[in-house]
């Protein structure tokens, strides 16, 4: 049923309070206290150009500031940064791995670091964190650990998330409804989306968005129910808990409250939350340098924590850059995955609006600066108390094709939660067995 990661509220509280009265204002480092604004690179120096592999377009302008920034203090090292969509990025990164043709440092991800790590794909990196006393403490342990395979560590922890929900305050005002709040539970949010849904203008009340971590992934945790045992030997998808979890999302299209999932491939929930035709909508707290910045709805965006069913839950995961185990340039590669993790990169990375940073003290940047806004980012804090960590295994990407092709029937409307279930628990155990 995952780990719970109570105790990262209390770092993110705790440790914000300490380093920050302990470094200063004006002090950027890596947590071990080594500024990060002298040059250690010269002229003298042969140009070395190395590349950045990420999936989010609406990060890449705050990945290259925080570039632009690194290269100033190293003369010498270029940093390009490139952008694959999520849909094309991992097809890329097996097809580079294969050929040879990796970028230097790149995302990784829960699902995926164990079978990266035990294809010696990834370069360790913990005797260079222990030669530049690169404090790992200063981050989210729960990140730590996910990225650490076999007692060996592969990535700099760069930000993390949680979900929420989403709302248009302008729906709600011409309603006269109002906002949700965290009182709510899931039956609340279906009597409310029924009063915003307006056909008529093609509005409705809540997308029934087909997404693991921003959707279902959190509402089977509400319902009692788990995705893979604690041990990951054995898929939770066929108990009546994590069925009822699944349910409610295609209910709320059988009851007319969210489009239908044709409607939702033909334009996307996000289009819809962004051109004021959804009221609400479940997502992660990494759609908030899109929702914030979006010229139509930047104005009139609410959030808050997600409804509950039975009780709290939901899950939390973060992203990590990791350096290519084939890099020509290991040395050049790891100053800038140090510099990612640096207080200077995640204050840029906090100060820009891309979310939560991994560096703790940096937190609380964001969360001062966006609340002033009158953005809520306090919600994605708040449920980290009885967050879980996101489900993984080796071959998570297999179980979750799996997930995939048979809940695609549930929300079409062709076969039932529990039959779906059923079948997922089926195939996921046969995977499962083979680890």
């Known amino acids: ?118 294809a010696n794909i990834l370069m360790p990196i913990d005797d260079r964190l222990a030669k530049d006393n690169v404090d790992l403490t200063n981050y989210p342990q729960s990140l730590v650990k996910l990225y650490t395979v076999e007692e060996k560590n592969y990535t700099m922890p760069l930000f993390w998330d949680t979900s929420a929900l989403w ?24 009597e409310v989306a029924a009063q915003l849904t307006d056909k008529s203008k093609d509005i409705y009340g809540i997308a029934a968005k087909m997404h693991n971590q921003g959707g279902y992934y959190n509402t089977i945790l509400q319902a009692g129910g788990f995705i893979i045992s604690e041990d990951r030997k054995t898929s939770g998808f066929d108990k009546p808990e994590t069925i009822e979890g699944i349910k409610v999302w295609p209910d709320l299209i059988n009851e007319g409250l969210s489009p239908t999932f044709q409607q939702m491939l033909d334009t996307s929930q996000t289009s819809l939350f962004e051109s004021g035709k959804l009221a609400m909508i479940y997502d992660g707290s990494w759609m908030y340098p899109q929702y914030s910045k979006n010229d139509y709805l930047k104005d009139k965006l609410g959030i808050t924590v997600m409804p509950k069913l039975k009780q709290r839950g939901g899950v939390l995961h973060g992203v990590g850059a990791a350096i290519s185990a084939k890099t020509k340039n290991p040395d050049a590669a790891w100053k800038f995955l140090k510099f990612l993790g640096s207080q200077e990169a995640n204050d840029i990375f906090a100060q820009e609006q891309g979310g939560l940073p991994a560096y703790l003290p940096s937190v609380d940047v964001f969360v001062e600066q966006e609340t002033e806004k009158g953005y809520n980012v306090k919600a994605f804090l708040e449920q980290v108390e009885y967050a879980t960590m996101y489900p993984c295994s080796k071959y998570t990407s297999k179980w979750q094709e799996q997930e995939t092709k048979y809940l695609k029937r549930v929300w079409a409307g062709e076969m039932s939660a529990e039959e779906a279930c059923k079948k997922i628990a089926e195939e996921m155990n046969r995977i499962l067995a083979t680890e």
């Open 1 to 118: 049923m995952g780990i719970k990661r109570n105790l990262l509220v209390f770092l993110v509280i705790c440790v914000s309070i300490a380093l920050i009265a302990g470094c200063g204002a004006g002090q950027k480092g890596t947590g071990s206290g080594t500024p990060e604004n002298a040059s250690e690179g010269t002229s003298k120096e042969p140009p070395i150009t190395i590349s950045y592999g990420l999936w989010d377009k609406s990060l890449q302008p705050i990945y290259r500031k925080i570039a632009d920034e690194f290269e100033k203090a190293h003369s010498n090292i270029t940093v390009n940064v490139d952008v694959s969509p999520w849909n094309e990025y991992w097809t890329k990164l097996e097809a580079a791995a294969t050929g040879g043709t990796l970028p230097d440092v790149f995302w990784m991800n829960g699902p995926n670091i164990v079978r990266y790590a035990e």
């Open 167 to 190: 709302y248009n305050k302008e729906i709600f005002d011409n309603a006269g409804v109002p906002y949700p709040d965290d009182t709510w539970d899931f039956e609340k949010l279906k």
